[in-house]
């Protein structure tokens, strides 16, 4: 190894470690379900993104062995050349029909799709205002597309406005785009589409939302913008297949125009293999399902509430999440990371989040229920969570 390389490493990775920011990754020895085995050891599961818990739904593992069966592992090709089997285009028509617009992208990932999409869009003759908390794939969407980034305070409507007003009137940007995440999935607060969607009104803003945590979760699971009513009013309707609808892959639902614009200009799509038949057959299945009931969806708030209420009476502070997103902020990083590392020991697995994922001194556990938990797994979690708690004296 070049020396060079060597002392960055070395000094890098002894920095995090004494700082106690270093992530240490526990590989499962079983389905993300709502417990895991870990280490040989069964952990009621607080971290997974599996919403609705179809992850492991056998409805989703039979379309996708019937597409193995049928279309075989692999594309073979990128979308443009003959990687798109007619399954890639059910599954768009199947995402556009669900969302309520008149087209669909899928792409590789969420995090691929931010990629793709905005700087699809954007160019360096442009502005992007965005959330100051914002996930991480958005800010490098937004550097990749080289727009001038306008780093808006969170959810913060004046600041918004001013900077949107200063941006459009400068003259300096041919457009200007505003961007958010739908729920935010640090404190599961919702953003204020209404309020955001008037001003991009009033300045011509080309809107973007990014729904990785709203879908399946809000609107009836059809995410955030049908939650406030809003499906005509926003340009971009980004989603994850890889939370909620418990596969893998992202996508943009729009006007039929863009999704055509994405289609020939969006460089993951141009140059990325396309996504397998098996991943495409389970997503598809899951909107599916997701369109026919609510029933996964109803219990995953009933999941959500219920946690709440116990971690809240037991006197954690799990901050304002307006979703089934369950923060409890602790505060100073080591401390949640011993913390989350002793609920892990007694049967909980629930990660830390700790700066630069979450900004300094704001450090938390963050419980993720799910359609999936049972009263008896959550009543043991927050049992738990009091036992640690007072040992720690954080309760
Ligand atoms: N956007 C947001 C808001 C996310 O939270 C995530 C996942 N953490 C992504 C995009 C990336 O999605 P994926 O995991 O499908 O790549």
New binding site residues.
């Given amino acids: 190894m070049a020396k060079v390389l060597d002392s960055f490493l070395q000094d890098n990775l002894e920095d995090l470690k004494t700082r106690g920011l270093y992530n240490e990754i526990d590989p499962l020895e079983s389905p993300n379900g709502p417990t895991i085995k870990i280490g040989g050891k069964e952990l009621i599961n607080l971290s997974s993104?599996n919403y609705l818990g179809l992850a492991t739904d056998d409805r989703l593992k039979k379309a996708a062995i019937d597409a193995v069966n049928t279309y075989g592992v692999g594309a073979g090709a990128v979308r443009t050349i003959n990687g798109t089997m007619k399954l890639h285009l059910e599954l768009e028509e199947t995402i556009a029909s669900f969302k309520k617009t008149e087209a669909a992208i899928a792409y590789q990932?969420?995090?691929?799709?931010?990629m793709a999409a905005i700087s699809a869009v954007m160019n360096k003759n442009d502005a992007i205002l965005s959330d100051e908390l914002?996930?991480?794939?958005?800010i490098d969407g937004c550097r990749l597309s080289k727009a001038k980034i306008i780093r808006v305070k969170h959810s913060d409507m004046d600041d918004l406005r001013a900077k949107a007003k200063e941006a459009t009137e400068s003259g300096l940007y041919n457009k200007v785009m505003v961007i958010t995440?739908?729920?935010?999935?640090m404190d599961g607060d919702v953003a204020k589409l209404p309020e955001i969607v008037e001003i991009a009104e009033e300045f011509d803003l080309i809107t973007y939302v990014?729904?990785?945590?709203g879908s399946g979760v809000l609107g009836k699971g059809a995410g955030t913008v049908k939650h406030f009513g809003l499906q005509d009013k926003v340009d971009f309707q980004?989603g994850?297949?890889?939370?909620a609808i418990g596969v893998?892959?992202?996508y943009v639902a729009g006007k039929k125009q863009l999704i055509d614009w994405l289609k020939v200009s969006s460089r993951p799509f141009l140059f990325s293999t396309a996504l397998t038949p098996a991943d495409v057959a389970a997503a598809k299945r899951a909107i599916e399902i997701l369109a026919e009931s609510t029933e996964l969806h109803d219990k995953l708030w009933e999941s959500g509430n219920y946690l709440k209420k116990g971690l809240s009476e037991l006197g954690f502070d799990i901050g304002e999440s307006e979703t089934p997103i369950t923060p409890v902020i602790i505060g100073d990083e080591v401390k949640t990371q011993a913390f989350s590392k002793r609920l892990n020991e007694e049967g909980v697995y629930a990660k830390s989040i700790v700066f630069p994922t979450v900004p300094k001194g704001t450090g938390r556990v963050r419980n993720m229920p799910t359609a999936a938990h049972t009263e008896e797994m959550l009543d043991k979690a927050i049992a738990i969570y009091e036992k640690v708690g007072k040992e720690m004296g954080i309760i």
Avoid: E, M, P, Q
Avoid at 109 to 114: L, P
Avoid at 210 to 213: K, M, N, Q, R, S
């Fill in positions: 993104n990932s969420g995090f691929n799709c931010n914002n996930h991480a794939s958005i995440d739908g729920v935010f999935s990014d729904d990785a945590h980004i994850t297949l890889s939370k893998i892959g992202g």
